[in-house]
Structure formats: structure tokens, C-alpha cells
């Protein structure tokens, strides 16, 4: 049966689309209440994005394993209502008169902390919806969707920014999260429990995690690869809008506009992740992703007024496609080799590593932009980035055509096997 003929699925889709769609609004407006209603500096904005990404790093490891404890969908709810009241203060404190800078790094800080719990829950209940065989089809679509709602979410905040303010702009995102929390709260199908070691500690369910990831040569290149390609990413996404404004000289219309068009790449990546699995075989479309794409980064210090402008939205697009495709291709292999009771604390290892380079490179990238000027830093931090994939070779996927398929029975009891609740230890590698 068609994914998207199943309800629950259905309502999951349409939940993430709103989320998505809302965050993808706030990507653009928070920085622009920053530069635009508070005066910000270059790296004031900078910190905004590391303060959204650094929980990460603070809350991470723990986040998974308390996530391998309980059932995903009620943490999931809870995120989504704690973060529409976290995005909801910013224009209140706007309108009253109020709204500072250590406001907006506090509630990044704190939305940021929300999405760890949001995002890990979030892989652990996919597998418990769909079947092994249509978790690929199912990232495909959720990754897709994503993409869609990013190309519409930064128009919307530049438009909405020009009419209504920047910091009212974040009502869209709030917007987003209730109507995620409500698709959530409406899906029937009940979900599974699963058995915990009343023995096992936290810190001992953590070790157990982290020595599975460290262990395995393919969750170790991946992990690596994409810690290295976060620095790069989010170095440039941290001073993109102050580079656009101030060096470039367009106004903040025309930055959601270009941002918007750039992310037309993700909702390609997403389409073309599974044919492009198919026909060149998953590893090789993995190392495509990332060797083929990931260079033209260093289109963007080229950009400037006019005809030049089009360089930015061709970097944009192709990095997106590399980006949403690698994702979806990692993110299906993952939940369909990982013992599924080891699922969130090993998405949550990869996470911290992968998403841990964000505040890092998210200050550097103010620090570089501040000490060197906002285009020589945009060279420095794009030439890293196209030089990020080079790391895939260094593991075995160099000399592969697929991913490897799992070797234990990894699957939930879940949508088909709802009868079916073995345990599987997870085999050392």
C-alpha cells in the first residue's frame, strides 16, 4: 500500500511540513530581528546560531538514551508545545518594548535544547510507523517535504518581515509547531513499548551507544564526514544574511527570495535520493553527494549585485541537493541497521558529533567575518567545506557499491509485527 495512503503516516507528513515550514521561518527572521530591529552585530547573529545548535553538545547523549526509555510521540508533543511558547515571546517582548539580544540568544538556546529531544524521538518513531522496506520511501518524502516547506519559509519571513516586522514573522513558526503537535496527537496507531534493563543506568545505556557508533567502520566514516561537513555548512549559513545585507547590498525581501530559491536544491535532493540509490548503488550515490556538491560552495564568495547573484542560488541549490539526498540515504540505512532499541542512542552519538560542529562553526564563522572581513571569511569556510568530503574515502565505502544490509533482525514491533517484541542484543563490531 502507498505511504500515502496510510493516515497515520499521512499526519506525521503534514505535521513535519508545519513544523518545518515554521523553523524554516525562523532561520531567516531571527537573524533579521537581530540585524534589523536590535542592530546586532556580525557576530552577535553568529551566536544566534551557535546558542540554536550548541544542546547538541550539552544535552545530546543524555537526551538519547531518556528517549530509548520512553515512548516517542508524547515527547515528541510536548516538544512542540514548549517551543511554540518559547517562539511566541518574541513578539510579545517585541511588542511591549522589551525584546533584547540576550532574549533572542535565550530562547535559541532553548528551542534548541526542545529540537535535540524533538529530532532524536522523531528517528525512533519512523521505524515504528512504516516497515523496513518502506523506511527509504518514507525518509524520501519527509525529506522532501522539508525541503518544500524551506524554499516557502524564508520567502514568507522576508515578506512577512516587510510587512508585519521580523520579530511578528515568528508567529508563523508557533503557527507550526501546534499544528505539528495536534497531527501528532491525532495518529491512532499505538505505540509499541519496549523493554528497558532496569538495571542498566543512564550512563551505562550512554557507553553502550557510544561504543556501537565508535565500533562500527560505517557509522564512524559517516559520523566523522559529517561533523566535518557541519562545520563548513553552518560557518557560511551563520554570516550569510549579514553578508548578503552588508556586502552584497541587498535588502531583506530579496534575501528570503534568494534563500528560498537556494533550497529548491533540497526538494531535488530529496526526489532523486532513491532513484540515485538505485541505479548507482547507495554508497556511490553517498560519496556523490558529497564530493560532487559540497565544491561548488566556492561559487558564493563570488557573488555580488546583478547577473552574480545567480552564482549564490546555484551553490545553494546544488549543496542542497547533495545535503537532503545524503541525509536521506544515511538516515534509511540507519534505522535499518541499527538494533532498533539501540536506535536513539545511536542517532543521538551521530547527532552529537554531526551537530556538535555547529556552534563552532557557526562562531567561527562570526569570528572570521569579524577579524578578516565577511567575503575573505566566506572563502576560508567554503574551501573547508569542499574539501569535507574527501573523508568518505578514508573508510570502506570507497569500495563498495551499497551500504551493507543489517546482519541481526533490527526491526520494532511495529506496523505489520505489532504481535512481535523480541529483543535483539545489539552484536559488537
Given at each position: 500500500?502507498?505511504?500515502?495512503?496510510?493516515?497515520?503516516?499521512?499526519?506525521?507528513?503534514?505535521?513535519?511540513?508545519?513544523?518545518t515550514?515554521g523553523?524554516?521561518?525562523?532561520?531567516?527572521?531571527l537573524?533579521?530581528?537581530?540585524?534589523?530591529?536590535?542592530?546586532?552585530s556580525?557576530?552577535q547573529?553568529?551566536?544566534?546560531?551557535?546558542?540554536?545548535?550548541?544542546?547538541?553538545?550539552?544535552?545530546?547523549?543524555?537526551?538519547?538514551?531518556?528517549?530509548?526509555?520512553?515512548?516517542?510521540?508524547?515527547?515528541?508533543?510536548?516538544c512542540?508545545?514548549?517551543?511554540?511558547?518559547?517562539?511566541?515571546?518574541?513578539?510579545?517582548a517585541?511588542?511591549?518594548?522589551?525584546?533584547?539580544?540576550g532574549?533572542?540568544?535565550?530562547?535559541?538556546?532553548?528551542?534548541?535544547?526542545?529540537?535535540?529531544?524533538?529530532?532524536?524521538?522523531?528517528?525512533?518513531?519512523?521505524?515504528?510507523?512504516?516497515?523496513?522496506?518502506?523506511?527509504a520511501?518514507?525518509?524520501a518524502?519527509?525529506?522532501?517535504?522539508?525541503?518544500?516547506?524551506?524554499?516557502?519559509?524564508?520567502?514568507?519571513?522576508?515578506?512577512?518581515?516587510?510587512?508585519?516586522?521580523a520579530?511578528?514573522?515568528?508567529?508563523?513558526?508557533?503557527?507550526?509547531?501546534?499544528?505539528?503537535?495536534?497531527c501528532?496527537?491525532?495518529?491512532?496507531?499505538?505505540?509499541?513499548?519496549?523493554?528497558?534493563?532496569?538495571?542498566?543506568?543512564?550512563?551505562?545505556?550512554?557507553?553502550?551507544?557510544?561504543?556501537?557508533?565508535?565500533r562500527?567502520?560505517?557509522?564512524?566514516?559517516?559520523?566523522?564526514?559529517?561533523?566535518?561537513?557541519?562545520l563548513?555548512?553552518?560557518?557560511?549559513?551563520?554570516?550569510?544574511?549579514?553578508?548578503?545585507?552588508?556586502?552584497?547590498?541587498?535588502?531583506?525581501?530579496?534575501v528570503?527570495?534568494?534563500?528560498?530559491?537556494?533550497?529548491?536544491?533540497?526538494?531535488?535532493?530529496?526526489?532523486?535520493?532513491?532513484p540515485?540509490?538505485?541505479?548507482?548503488?547507495?554508497?556511490?550515490?553517498?560519496?556523490?553527494?558529497?564530493?560532487?556538491?559540497?565544491?561548488?560552495?566556492?561559487?558564493?564568495?563570488?557573488?555580488?549585485?546583478?547577473a552574480?547573484?545567480?552564482?549564490?542560488?546555484?551553490?545553494?541549490?546544488?549543496?542542497?541537493?547533495?545535503?537532503?539526498?545524503?541525509?536521506?540515504?544515511?538516515?534509511?540505512?540507519?534505522?535499518?541497521?541499527?538494533?532498533?532499541?539501540?536506535?536513539?542512542?545511536?542517532?543521538?552519538?551521530?547527532?552529537v558529533?554531526?551537530?556538535?560542529?555547529?556552534?563552532?562553526?557557526?562562531?567561527?564563522?562570526?569570528?572570521?567575518?569579524?577579524?578578516?572581513?565577511?567575503?575573505?571569511?566566506?572563502?576560508v569556510?567554503?574551501?573547508?567545506?569542499?574539501?569535507?568530503?574527501?573523508?568518505?574515502?578514508?573508510?570502506?565505502?570507497?569500495?563498495?557499491?551499497?551500504?551493507?544490509?543489517?546482519?541481526?533482525?533490527?526491526?520494532?514491533?511495529?506496523?505489520?509485527?505489532?504481535?512481535?517484541?523480541?529483543?535483539?542484543?545489539?552484536?559488537?563490531?
Amino acid at each position: 500500500m502507498s505511504l500515502l495512503r496510510q493516515r497515520d503516516f499521512r499526519l506525521l507528513w503534514v505535521g513535519q511540513a508545519g513544523s518545518t515550514f515554521g523553523a524554516s521561518v525562523t532561520s531567516v527572521a531571527l537573524p533579521l530581528v537581530a540585524v534589523a530591529t536590535l542592530g546586532a552585530s556580525t557576530f552577535q547573529v553568529a551566536l544566534l546560531t551557535a546558542a540554536a545548535w550548541l544542546p547538541w553538545l550539552l544535552v545530546g547523549l543524555p537526551a538519547g538514551a531518556l528517549v530509548d526509555r520512553l515512548r516517542c510521540r508524547p515527547v515528541m508533543v510536548t516538544c512542540d508545545l514548549v517551543a511554540a511558547l518559547l517562539f511566541a515571546s518574541v513578539p510579545v517582548a517585541g511588542w511591549l518594548g522589551v525584546l533584547t539580544i540576550g532574549h533572542l540568544l535565550a530562547v535559541a538556546l532553548a528551542g534548541g535544547t526542545v529540537s535535540v529531544f524533538f529530532k532524536t524521538a522523531y528517528q525512533v518513531y519512523l521505524p515504528t510507523l512504516l516497515d523496513r522496506t518502506d523506511l527509504a520511501e518514507g525518509n524520501a518524502k519527509l525529506q522532501g517535504t522539508e525541503a518544500v516547506a524551506q524554499v516557502a519559509g524564508p520567502g514568507a519571513a522576508g515578506l512577512l518581515a516587510s510587512l508585519v516586522g521580523a520579530a511578528t514573522a515568528l508567529l508563523m513558526d508557533v503557527l507550526g509547531f501546534l499544528g505539528s503537535a495536534a497531527c501528532l496527537l491525532s495518529i491512532r496507531r499505538q505505540e509499541p513499548r519496549r523493554a528497558v534493563d532496569p538495571a542498566a543506568g543512564l550512563g551505562r545505556q550512554i557507553a553502550e551507544g557510544v561504543r556501537f557508533t565508535a565500533r562500527d567502520p560505517y557509522l564512524r566514516v559517516l559520523t566523522v564526514w559529517g561533523a566535518v561537513s557541519n562545520l563548513g555548512l553552518v560557518g557560511y549559513q551563520a554570516i550569510l544574511v549579514v553578508f548578503l545585507v552588508r556586502e552584497v547590498g541587498v535588502g531583506p525581501g530579496t534575501v528570503g527570495g534568494l534563500v528560498a530559491v537556494m533550497s529548491l536544491g533540497g526538494v531535488v535532493g530529496a526526489a532523486i535520493a532513491t532513484p540515485l540509490s538505485r541505479r548507482l548503488g547507495s554508497a556511490r550515490a553517498l560519496l556523490l553527494c558529497a564530493l560532487g556538491a559540497e565544491p561548488f560552495g566556492l561559487l558564493i564568495p563570488l557573488t555580488a549585485p546583478g547577473a552574480r547573484l545567480g552564482l549564490l542560488v546555484l551553490a545553494g541549490m546544488v549543496i542542497g541537493a547533495g545535503v537532503v539526498a545524503g541525509n536521506v540515504i544515511k538516515a534509511g540505512f540507519r534505522q535499518a541497521y541499527v538494533p532498533h532499541r539501540l536506535l536513539g542512542r545511536v542517532s543521538v552519538t551521530m547527532q552529537v558529533v554531526n551537530l556538535g560542529t555547529m556552534p563552532p562553526g557557526a562562531v567561527l564563522g562570526g569570528a572570521l567575518g569579524t577579524a578578516l572581513g565577511l567575503r575573505p571569511a566566506m572563502w576560508v569556510i567554503t574551501a573547508g567545506l569542499a574539501l569535507s568530503g574527501l573523508i568518505l574515502l578514508i573508510g570502506p565505502l570507497r569500495k563498495r557499491r551499497d551500504l551493507p544490509e543489517p546482519q541481526h533482525d533490527t526491526e520494532p514491533a511495529a506496523p505489520a509485527r505489532a504481535a512481535r517484541s523480541e529483543m535483539v542484543s545489539a552484536a559488537a563490531r
